[in-house]
C-alpha cells in the first residue's frame, strides 16, 4: 500500500512562503487597526467633551471666567481629570514634543492662546491629564457666551484644546493620536492640515458672524467686495484668516476633496474616506456631512461659494453667508 506525505523540503517551502506573505501584510494590518483605534478614540473623546460642555451651559457654568484655570476647574466637574497642570509646569501633563503638519513643534514653547493661533484670547494654557488616558493643553476664551435654553450648543467656542488620545504614548502626530478644536496654529505652525501636495491649511472652525456694519469698515483691507447681511458668517470667516486671499480657493478645495474622496481624477465618484476626515478635525462621526466655505463670492448675489462633503459625494454650491459652515484658512 502507498503512503502519501509531504517531504521536509515541501514543508520548509510552505513556511517560508507563509513567512513571507506574513511579513508583507502584517505590518499594513496592524497599522490599518492603530489608524481605526485612533479614529474611535477621537470620536469617543470628542463626544464626551462636549456632553460636558452642554451640561455646563445648561447650568450656566460655560461662561464669565477670566482664565483658563478656573474653567478647567468647573469642566472637572463634568468631564473627570485626574491631573492639572498649571502654566509653568505643562509637560508634566504633555508631551514636550509633537508633529504637527510635517514639523516637530517644541511644546516647552506653547505658553497661552496665542500660540493655538487665538490671539485675542489673552489667556494662559492649562494641562490635563483625563481619566480616560487622554492628555490635553487647553486654552479659554474669555468672551465665551452661553445659550442655556438650547440642548443643540455645544460650547466648543468656549476653548481651544490640543489633545492626545494615546496620552503620553508615541507617535504624538497630528491626524493620528493628536487632534485639536480651535488650534489654528501651534507655536508660530499653522500648519494643521498638509495635503499631498504641500498645500496647507489651518485646523477647520465654525467662524463668528460679524455685523453688515463691521464688514462695511473691514471689507476694503480683508479684499471683501459687498456686505449685505446683519450676521454674515462668511465675512467673519474672511475676518478670523486674515483676508480674502487667505481663505481657501475653490480649486484648492478641488484638491482637499480628491484626497478625502481618493479621486486623483476629480469626478469625486467614490465613497469619502471618513477616518482620514474625522482625523483632520471636519468630522466626528462617519455618517456626518460637512461643508467649508471659499474666499469666493458668488457674482450675481450675495452669496459666498462653499464645497459640500458628503459621505458619497462632493459638490461646489454657493449659499447666503449667514450660513453655518466650516472654515478653514490657507497656511504657510
Known amino acids: 500500500m502507498k503512503k502519501?506525505?509531504?517531504?521536509?523540503?515541501?514543508?520548509?517551502?510552505?513556511?517560508?512562503?507563509?513567512?513571507?506573505?506574513?511579513a508583507l501584510t502584517i505590518p499594513t494590518?496592524?497599522?490599518?487597526?492603530?489608524?481605526?483605534?485612533?479614529?474611535?478614540?477621537?470620536k469617543v473623546f470628542v463626544?464626551?467633551?462636549?456632553?460636558?460642555?452642554?451640561?455646563?451651559?445648561?447650568?450656566?457654568?460655560?461662561?464669565?471666567?477670566?482664565?483658563?484655570?478656573?474653567?478647567?476647574?468647573?469642566?472637572?466637574?463634568?468631564?473627570?481629570?485626574?491631573?492639572?497642570?498649571?502654566?509653568d509646569d505643562l509637560m508634566s501633563c504633555f508631551e514636550d514634543k509633537v508633529i504637527w503638519g510635517n514639523e516637530e513643534v517644541d511644546m516647552t514653547n506653547v505658553k497661552n492662546a496665542s500660540h493655538f493661533g487665538q490671539d485675542d484670547w489673552d489667556t494662559d494654557i492649562i494641562g490635563v491629564q483625563f481619566a480616560n488616558g487622554t492628555t490635553g493643553l487647553i486654552a479659554y476664551n474669555p468672551s465665551c457666551t452661553e445659550k442655556p435654553f438650547t440642548n443643540q450648543y455645544?460650547?466648543?467656542?468656549?476653548?481651544?484644546?490640543?489633545?492626545?488620545?494615546?496620552?503620553?504614548?508615541?507617535?504624538?502626530?497630528?491626524?493620528?493620536?493628536?487632534?485639536?478644536?480651535?488650534?489654528?496654529?501651534?507655536?508660530?505652525?499653522?500648519?494643521?492640515?498638509?495635503?499631498?501636495?504641500?498645500?496647507?491649511?489651518?485646523?477647520?472652525?465654525?467662524?463668528?458672524?460679524?455685523?453688515?456694519?463691521?464688514?462695511?469698515?473691514?471689507?476694503?483691507?480683508?479684499?471683501?467686495n459687498r456686505c449685505y447681511y446683519e450676521t454674515d458668517a462668511w465675512a467673519g470667516a474672511?475676518?478670523?484668516?486674515?483676508?480674502?486671499?487667505?481663505?481657501?480657493?475653490?480649486?484648492q478645495l478641488d484638491k482637499l476633496a480628491q484626497e478625502l474622496y481618493q479621486d486623483p481624477n476629480g469626478d469625486f465618484s467614490g465613497n469619502r474616506n471618513n477616518d482620514?476626515?474625522?482625523?483632520?478635525?471636519?468630522?466626528?462621526?462617519?455618517?456626518?456631512?460637512?461643508?467649508?466655505?471659499?474666499?469666493e463670492e458668488y457674482s450675481n448675489r450675495y452669496d459666498a461659494y462653499h464645497r459640500y462633503f458628503g459621505t458619497e459625494r462632493t459638490a461646489i454650491t454657493h449659499a447666503g453667508r449667514h450660513a453655518s459652515r466650516q472654515s478653514i484658512c490657507v497656511g504657510d
Request: proline fraction near 3%; glycine fraction near 8%.
Open 29 to 42: 494590518l496592524m497599522q490599518n487597526y492603530k489608524d481605526r483605534a485612533w479614529a474611535t478614540a477621537n
Open 154 to 224: 455645544s460650547g466648543t467656542d468656549c476653548l481651544a484644546i490640543l489633545y492626545d488620545t494615546d496620552g503620553l504614548k508615541n507617535p504624538n502626530t497630528q491626524m493620528k493620536d493628536l487632534n485639536s478644536i480651535n488650534v489654528n496654529s501651534l507655536g508660530g505652525n499653522n500648519c494643521a492640515i498638509e495635503l499631498s501636495d504641500g498645500t496647507c491649511f489651518t485646523a477647520p472652525f465654525y467662524p463668528e458672524p460679524i455685523t453688515k456694519a463691521e464688514c462695511e469698515q473691514i471689507k476694503g483691507d480683508l479684499g471683501i
Open 238 to 251: 474672511v475676518k478670523a484668516c486674515g483676508g480674502v486671499s487667505k481663505m481657501p480657493s475653490l480649486a
Open 276 to 295: 482620514l476626515a474625522i482625523s483632520m478635525g471636519f468630522i466626528t462621526s462617519a455618517t456626518e456631512d460637512f461643508w467649508l466655505y471659499s474666499g
Open 4 to 22: 502519501y506525505g509531504f517531504t521536509l523540503a515541501e514543508v520548509l517551502i510552505t513556511l517560508s512562503i507563509i513567512g513571507v506573505v506574513a
Open 47 to 87: 463626544r464626551r467633551l462636549e456632553e460636558a460642555l452642554k451640561t455646563m451651559n445648561t447650568q450656566q457654568t460655560l461662561a464669565g471666567y477670566r482664565n483658563t484655570a478656573d474653567f478647567v476647574g468647573e469642566l472637572s466637574k463634568h468631564f473627570k481629570i485626574v491631573k492639572t497642570c498649571k502654566n
